[in-house]
């Protein structure tokens, strides 16, 4: 499909259009109660939120990223293939519930039928590189999607930058796709932030997953943008999803059993809430993703020094949460014992 209008004009119009679709869909489902039938969060010792919530987020966002890729960019039908696979076996999961194993097994399938079916000309060795950070990407989305408008952020965000970075000129159509899952985001947003009337889902946070580790990668092996473009864009997700995965396997613990130790949760654990700690993340993926578009017309010594410097300084945020949060945990245990204390 080829649209007549310049490329950064076609992604507004994409971008709207996909918002308004995706903000639709959610407010029916809503309105109609179909929300709470599909799929409902109930909360838990681990969660953040106190009122049972629908999960049906990925119902607005999916079908708007498979329909653009189909209509906008067909040669990615197999990108829109596994995107929909994926939407389908995670939303069994959130209505019933499925083993690790079988979910890691879907995850892995359509993974490796993308790297299979379309190789980048590197060693064997890169392209299992590139698709474990892939499916890393596939399951720290779902990870990440605990607090308030936090997912849908790093979603609007990070299409965001793929837009920029894939228009004008260099890739139009994963430019265009790019900026209708950004569009969908935005609409989702709507119904997602503090107070949260619904939330992503794993039918939506996995296919978003994948779809940020595709759609970098289709990018990268068609000569768009370099290898570290897509995890400097996602890098708030990466780092922070990262890091506690590591901590959790270094105590011994199953890293996929749900949990509240993400720099995200801490945040609001201590105090920050929803908004304030959505709204902090956001200015971090603003400069994160504006970090990355600048960065790709300078040379490339230069783009590694950027990519090194804003890990150290995404290492040192974390560092500032983790020292809250000890004083956090130790004016706790300090109210715990005087409370136990006998008066």
């Given at each position: 499909?080829?649209l007549?209008?310049?490329?950064?004009?076609?992604?507004?119009?994409?971008?709207l259009a996909?918002?308004?679709?995706?903000?639709?869909?959610?407010?029916?489902?809503l309105?109609?109660?179909?929300?709470w039938?599909?799929?409902?969060?109930?909360?838990?010792e681990?969660?953040?939120?106190?009122r049972?919530?629908?999960?049906?987020?990925?119902w607005?966002?999916v079908?708007v990223?498979?329909?653009?890729?189909?209509?906008?960019?067909?040669?990615?039908w197999?990108?829109a293939l596994?995107?929909?696979f994926?939407?389908?076996?995670?939303?069994?999961?959130d209505?019933r519930?499925?083993?690790a194993?079988?979910?890691?097994?879907?995850?892995?399938?359509?993974?490796?039928?993308?790297?299979?079916?379309?190789?980048?000309?590197?060693?064997?060795?890169?392209?299992?590189?590139?698709?474990?950070?892939?499916?890393?990407?596939v399951?720290?989305?779902?990870?990440?999607?605990?607090?308030?408008?936090?997912a849908?952020?790093?979603?609007?965000?990070?299409?965001?930058?793929?837009a920029v970075?894939?228009?004008?000129?260099?890739?139009?159509?994963?430019?265009?796709?790019?900026a209708?899952?950004?569009?969908?985001?935005?609409?989702?947003?709507?119904?997602?932030?503090?107070?949260?009337?619904?939330?992503l889902?794993?039918a939506?946070s996995?296919?978003?997953?994948?779809?940020a580790?595709?759609?970098?990668?289709?990018?990268w092996?068609?000569?768009?943008?370099?290898?570290?473009?897509?995890?400097?864009?996602?890098?708030?997700?990466?780092?922070?999803a990262?890091?506690?995965l590591?901590?959790r396997?270094?105590?011994?613990?199953?890293?996929w059993?749900?949990?509240?130790?993400?720099?995200?949760?801490?945040?609001v654990?201590v105090?920050?809430?929803?908004?304030?700690?959505?709204?902090?993340?956001?200015?971090?993926?603003?400069?994160?993703?504006?970090?990355?578009?600048w960065?790709?017309d300078?040379?490339?010594?230069?783009q590694?020094?950027?990519?090194?410097?804003w890990?150290?300084?995404?290492?040192l945020?974390?560092?500032?949460?983790?020292?809250?949060?000890?004083?956090?945990?130790?004016l706790?245990?300090?109210?715990?014992?005087?409370?136990?204390?006998?008066q």
């Amino acid at each position: 499909m080829h649209l007549p209008i310049s490329s950064p004009l076609s992604a507004v119009w994409i971008a709207l259009a996909s918002g308004v679709l995706c903000a639709a869909i959610l407010a029916f489902l809503l309105k109609s109660g179909l929300a709470w039938r599909l799929a409902t969060d109930i909360p838990n010792e681990r969660s953040l939120h106190v009122r049972p919530t629908p999960r049906v987020g990925g119902w607005g966002l999916v079908p708007v990223a498979v329909l653009a890729i189909l209509l906008l960019a067909p040669s990615l039908w197999l990108t829109a293939l596994g995107t929909a696979f994926l939407a389908a076996v995670s939303q069994i999961d959130d209505r019933r519930g499925l083993p690790a194993r079988v979910r890691f097994a879907a995850h892995f399938l359509a993974v490796l039928t993308l790297i299979v079916v379309y190789p980048a000309p590197v060693a064997w060795w890169c392209l299992g590189g590139l698709a474990f950070l892939m499916l890393w990407l596939v399951n720290l989305y779902n990870f990440m999607d605990g607090a308030d408008g936090l997912a849908g952020g790093m979603a609007l965000f990070g299409f965001g930058a793929y837009a920029v970075a894939a228009l004008p000129g260099r890739m139009p159509e994963l430019g265009w796709v790019s900026a209708a899952i950004a569009g969908a985001a935005a609409g989702f947003l709507l119904f997602n932030f503090h107070p949260a009337k619904l939330f992503l889902g794993d039918a939506g946070s996995i296919p978003i997953g994948f779809l940020a580790g595709a759609l970098g990668y289709w990018g990268w092996r068609s000569g768009g943008w370099p290898v570290w473009f897509p995890v400097l864009v996602f890098s708030p997700f990466i780092g922070d999803a990262s890091v506690t995965l590591i901590r959790r396997l270094l105590r011994g613990e199953k890293f996929w059993q749900a949990h509240r130790e993400h720099y995200y949760q801490r945040m609001v654990r201590v105090g920050t809430g929803h908004a304030v700690t959505a709204l902090a993340w956001y200015l971090v993926m603003l400069a994160g993703t504006v970090l990355a578009v600048w960065a790709l017309d300078r040379s490339t010594p230069l783009q590694w020094g950027l990519v090194a410097g804003w890990t150290v300084v995404l290492a040192l945020m974390g560092a500032a949460i983790d020292a809250r949060w000890r004083a956090f945990q130790s004016l706790d245990r300090k109210t715990e014992v005087d409370a136990d204390a006998p008066q």
